[in-house]
């Protein structure tokens, strides 16, 4: 049983087990507002604008410190996780709105600072030469600093755009990046080891979905055997597995090879080994099965050690809830199912003459594969072009004239604000109109601005709310 479980497990949080369904590949012409928001203190992000991916019950925690796991198990393989692609973004978006939260923190209202900059245009810190979306992704990002949250990953932030020369990179870009450090891995791992693949001969590697070992054929024997101890250090068959079920073509909108379809039919019983594994550190596989139960080695009901273990792990909050009555029932299908037939289970890459390829499809990674991946990211390259351009447009008719809404906004505040003036000392206007029943609207967009700038603070829920009519509650929380 395993004694000490360095990471915690997530119930519904993103995950490498639960893609997308094939069938719900999106376009290739299809663009994507790619967002997300990253959390150093639980390595992880939460993207939006991504597959819709079911979400999964269980899923091990992914670990974006490679560095780490590379000194300390042998690992060679990059991470495949999509959201480790991230990480080079949250480290300049992290430095940035850090290093800007401080310069707010100087002012006696931050909140008020921050509004100012992208919003004032009569303020002296008026930040030019920023498009409204981005002053929404500018100022949203300030606060949730300001607030002690993260600040999220856009790729219109000009931060990304400044430093990056476009947005985030795309699933199939990382995907590439991904596979261009495997295939060197391998390679080197070959060079250092004495291994020589005779030229034109096609190996296999293909990755089982429960220890991941990878398994070699195409070879004799004994240089299968070779190649196999070499490859397999650390998480290699791990980071092998994952990668290869992101770089499933359907994902891309072109047909899908076998081997996923084989794939997503046994993911679920896949999990629950998972499941069960890193709970107990038993093999399903090799357990005693009577009648669908399944018992330890020292005679145990399985479950009953695997609820045991889980009770165990949330009351040290080493674990999140998990739906157990939905996992158990999971757990009889596969127990009466059993793992008889799993020896051949798990996804196969090729690799020939030096370089890695992707089976049963014109439409993968390899060097005779890419044609639609270069067209991908000539699509992808076009496609900020185009931003580029229509960002300079925007600013330049805005050099004209402010928007619409500061156009509209100007005038309530400056209405507003002779209501207020006039209402203490006089109850007509400069302009003779009786001010005696003033524009509530008016007043409301006063209230709800003062709010969000941290000048007001509502002493009952009610009072942001103004009514149609005067009211007094308490003689405190007085509405007009």
């Known amino acids: ?24 590949a999106r376009s290739k012409n299809e663009k994507i507002e790619e967002s997300a928001t990253y959390s150093k203190k639980n390595d992880a992000a939460v993207i939006s604008s991504q597959r819709n991916a079911s979400d999964p019950i269980y899923t091990e925690r992914t670990s ?27 480290k300049v978006i992290d430095e940035h709105y850090a290093k800007v939260n401080e310069e707010n923190k100087k002012f006696d209202n931050p909140a008020q600072h ?38 999220a990953v856009n790729s219109y932030d000009p931060v990304i755009q400044k430093t990056f020369g476009g947005g985030i990179m795309n699933d199939a870009e990382w995907n590439d990046e991904v596979r261009n450090g495997i295939n060197n891995s391998v390679n080197q791992l070959f060079e250092e080891n004495g291994i020589i693949i005779p030229e034109g001969t096609d190996l296999r590697l293909r990755v089982d979905p429960y220890e991941y070992n990878i398994h070699v054929s195409g070879v004799d024997e004994a240089l299968a055997r ?11 068959g791990k980071y092998l597995y994952e990668h ?10 072109f047909e899908q090879p ?36 399944m018992y330890t080695p020292d005679g145990q009901n399985l479950w009953d050690v695997v609820t045991e273990r889980y009770n165990e792990l949330r009351a040290n909050g080493e674990i999140d809830d998990l739906p157990m ?6 757990y009889k299908v596969f127990a009466k199912e059993g793992w008889d037939n799993e020896e051949e289970r798990g996804l196969t890459i090729g690799y020939k003459n030096g370089s890695l390829y992707d089976i049963d499809t014109d439409y993968g990674y390899g060097s005779e594969q890419r044609t639609w991946l270069e067209n991908e990211k000539v699509r992808h390259s076009q496609y900020w072009e185009s931003y580029q351009k229509e960002k300079e447009r925007e600013l330049y008719n805005g050099k004209v004239t402010s928007s619409t809404f500061e156009q509209w906004f100007g005038k309530q505040m400056d209405y507003t ?7 203490k000392s006089n109850i007509y206007g400069k302009n003779g109109v009786s001010l005696t029943q003033p524009d509530m609207s008016a007043l409301q967009i006063l209230v709800n601005a003062l709010a969000q700038r941290g000048r007001i603070v509502p002493l009952t829920n009610e009072i942001l709310h103004l009514p149609q009519s005067s009211m007094i509650q308490k003689r405190f929380d007085a509405k007009i």
């Not at 796991?69 to 973004?89: H, L, M, R, V, W």
């Not at 009555?325 to 999971?330: I, K, Q």
């Open 417 to 423: 604000n002779e209501v207020l003036s006039e209402i």
């Open 244 to 253: 290869l079920r992101w770089c499933n073509p359907a994902y891309n909108g």
């Open 1 to 24: 049983m395993i004694n000490n479980i360095s990471y915690q497990y997530a119930a519904k949080n993103y995950s490498e087990y639960n893609k997308t369904s094939p069938s719900a």
């Open 114 to 151: 921050i509004w100012d900059k992208y919003y004032n245009t009569k303020s002296p810190y008026y930040v030019k030469g920023l498009t409204q979306r981005e002053r929404e992704i500018c100022s949203e990002a300030e606060k949730r600093v300001l607030n002690g949250l993260p600040a």
């Open 258 to 293: 076998k081997q996923y379809l084989y794939d997503t039919a046994y993911q679920g019983k896949a999990v629950m080994w998972h499941f069960v594994n890193d709970l107990t550190g038993l093999d399903m596989r090799k357990l005693e099965n009577k009648d669908g139960i």
């Open 325 to 330: 009555s939905s996992l158990y029932e999971d």
């Open 226 to 236: 070779q190649i196999e101890q070499v490859l397999n250090q650390g998480k290699n």
């Open 64 to 90: 974006l410190n490679q560095n780490a796991t590379s000194q300390n198990d042998g690992t060679t393989f990059p991470i495949p996780s999509i959201i480790a692609k991230y990480e080079k973004y949250t």
